[in-house]
Structure formats: C-alpha cells, structure tokens
C-alpha cells in the first residue's frame, strides 16, 4: 500500500494506492504557497495519516509527483515557478522521517507517464512521451519503459524549447516557448489581446473558452484554431526528434481535445517529412482525475521495485554515474 502525493501550485493531493493501481483514499488541500513549505507538508503528513486510516491499511511507501524543476535523485525542490519561496525544501526528507518508510519524489509530468506506463495508455509501449497540458506545458520522456533523464539526472524541460523566438514572453525568461504559445494561459492572453472588446472575451479561462467555440462563438473558435496549431507544431517537433511509438496527452486544456485534435493532426502531417508521424499514436491520458496521485504512488514503485527491491542504489548509478560502455 503505497501513499500517494501529487503537488502542484494551487492544490495537493494525497491518497492511498493498492497495488493494483486503484485509489482506496483520497483527500486535499489548498497548496497556500505563500505560507510556505514546511506548512503544506505539515498538511500533507495530517492528510496522509487519514487516508490511510480511513482505509484501514500501513503504508508501506510514499511517492510524491511535484512540479519542478527538482532533484529527484535527492528529493530536493529548485526554484518552482509556482511554489515560490519552497526552493530547497525537501519532501522525501520531511515525509520519510514523518512516516518511516522509504520515500521518492519525481517531476510530476514525469510522474504521471509512469502511472500511464504502468496502468493506462501507455501500457504496451517502450517509447513514448507523456505531455501534460493545462497552466503550463510539461512532458515526460519514456525510453526503453524508464523516464530519460538528462545530465545529473535532471527533466528535459520540453515545454520550453523554443517555436517563436519572435513569441510572447515566457515565464522562464525567454520568448516564444511551446508553453508561453500554447499552455492554457496563452489562449486567455491573446483571446484577450485580439478579440473585440464588444465580445466580451476579457479574461476567460482556457475552459471557458473552449466552451465557447463548441457554442460557436467566432472569436473563441479562433483562439481554439490557434492553440490546436501550436499543440500541433509541438508534437510535430517532438515527433520529429524522437519518433515514438506514442504520445500521450494529458493535462485540463486536454479535457476538450475533441476540439483540437483533427487540426493538430493536419498540422502534425504538413511537418513532420522524414518520420513515419503517421505511426505515432496519438492517444489520451487514461486515468483521468486521479492520474496525479497513481502516478505518484508508481514513482515509489518505479524507483524501489525496478531493481529487485535493490533500494536506490541501482537508481544512484544508473543516473548520477559517469557514462560507460
Ligand atoms: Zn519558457
């Protein structure tokens, strides 16, 4: 039985994951960022002891999704765009000390590809991408059935790479990221920016707006054209540097997919000349509201069953050691 926790800038969820993958427990919070990291772990521990009351079992692990950027190797969080202020608290620490048991902490887009990996849409496949979109654009990159990690075990930040450098500001610093184009925010920012003050359209949210392109509102449908060419043009660069058997989409922008996908499909075709993208699935995150904490609990699964039970010590060369053949 395995505790999961799933960390994000407005809510966290914790819960209890049997080992099938189903969630006997479930609870959350208000993450409440500004009143800092000790504060919401502090929470997550009540919750956790909870849930795992309510569901009349011991844990026998914890694993905890968080955006990042993070160490997952020491379970140290970097400077979280979200979770301003938290830079250099350690949950893995706080927990495992809370709790006794062994303890592992992952990028949450990451996360999330091993919970698909394991139990959803990712199933049969060895390599494939995982991309969340909603408030930003994550992405997890799946080799071999393990997550890629670049040097000193760090996430490739695939959100980031760059479409436009002519592009709106990005919350990392640079201009005309997949993410500052094409996360949730972006169709808010230019809805608001190009569409006519007589539409009403001032500030709604990604939701909200794709509820009204499937209401035919003409400025909403516009939005929702420009959001599924840039998805497109994404994946389409992501198709072209790897070639995977799939990519799974998750993330909320993602709930109303139907909206986007023949376009992104087309656009996907028109620029990707040297792969066979038409072999690339394209298919949906499967294990919908509870993806978070799932993929959470098979971080711990992930990280301390992989090697035969082996705790952390295969992990530690595999990803921290010099490169041999
Ligand atoms: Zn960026």
């Given at each position: 039985m395995?505790?999961?926790?799933?960390?994000?800038g407005?809510?966290?969820?914790?819960?209890v994951?049997?080992?099938?993958?189903?969630?006997?427990?479930r609870?959350?919070c208000?993450?409440?960022a500004q009143?800092?990291?000790?504060?919401?772990?502090?929470?997550?521990?009540?919750?956790l002891h909870?849930?795992a009351e309510?569901?009349k079992?011991?844990?026998d692990g914890?694993?905890i999704?968080?955006?990042?950027?993070?160490d997952s190797?020491?379970g140290?969080?970097?400077?979280?765009?979200n979770?301003?202020?938290w830079?250099?608290?350690?949950?893995?620490?706080?927990?495992?000390r809370?709790f006794?048991?062994?303890?592992?902490?992952?990028?949450?887009?990451d996360a999330?590809?091993l919970?698909e990996?394991r139990?959803?849409?990712g199933r049969?496949?060895?390599r494939f991408?995982?991309v969340?979109?909603g408030?930003?654009?994550?992405?997890?990159v799946?080799?071999?059935?393990?997550v890629y990690?670049g040097v000193?075990g760090c996430h490739?930040?695939?959100?980031?790479?760059?479409i436009d450098?002519?592009g709106?500001?990005c919350t990392c610093?640079?201009?005309?990221?997949?993410?500052?184009?094409?996360?949730g925010?972006?169709?808010?920012?230019?809805?608001?920016k190009?569409?006519?003050a007589t539409?009403?359209?001032?500030?709604?949210s990604?939701?909200?707006?794709?509820?009204?392109a499937?209401d035919?509102e003409?400025?909403?449908?516009?939005?929702v054209?420009?959001?599924a060419?840039?998805l497109?043009?994404?994946?389409?660069?992501l198709?072209?540097l790897?070639?995977?058997?799939?990519?799974?989409l998750g993330?909320s922008?993602?709930?109303?997919a139907?909206?986007?996908?023949?376009?992104?499909?087309e656009?996907?075709?028109?620029n990707?000349?040297?792969?066979?993208?038409?072999?690339?699935e394209i298919?949906?995150?499967?294990?919908?509201?509870?993806?978070g904490l799932?993929?959470?609990?098979?971080?711990?699964h992930?990280r301390f069953?992989?090697?035969?039970?082996?705790?952390g010590h295969?992990?530690a060369?595999?990803?921290?050691?010099?490169?041999s053949?």
């Open positions: 395995i505790g999961g926790v799933d960390i994000g407005t809510k966290i969820a914790v819960g994951v049997d080992p099938s993958g189903c969630v006997l427990a609870d959350e208000a993450t409440d009143r800092g990291f000790e504060h919401a772990m502090r929470q997550v521990t009540t919750l909870q849930c309510r569901a079992v011991k844990l914890i694993g999704g968080c955006a990042g950027p993070l190797a020491t140290t969080l970097g400077n979280v765009n979770l301003p202020g830079k250099g608290g350690n949950p893995v620490d706080f927990v495992s809370e006794g048991v062994a303890t592992a902490l992952e990028n949450d887009a999330a590809a919970g990996l139990w959803g849409t049969p496949k060895m991408l995982y969340t979109v408030t930003g654009i994550g992405a997890s799946i080799l071999n059935g393990k990690r000193d490739p930040e695939i959100g980031h790479h760059i450098p002519s709106p500001p610093g640079v201009r005309g990221c997949w993410e500052s184009l094409a996360a925010p972006a169709m808010t920012e230019w809805l608001r190009h569409s006519p539409c009403a359209n001032g500030n709604l990604a939701r909200e707006i794709c509820a009204r499937q035919s003409e400025w909403a449908q516009r939005a054209e420009r959001e060419y840039y497109g043009l994404g994946l389409a660069n198709i072209t790897f070639a995977p058997e799939a990519i799974v993330g922008v993602m709930k109303s139907h909206l986007f996908l023949d376009r992104m499909r656009v996907m075709r028109q990707c000349r040297l792969v066979p993208a038409d072999r690339v298919t949906l995150a499967s294990l919908g509201a509870d993806a799932i993929g959470a609990a098979q971080v711990w992930d069953e992989r090697h035969g039970g082996e705790v295969e992990y060369s595999d990803h921290r050691g010099p490169v053949s």
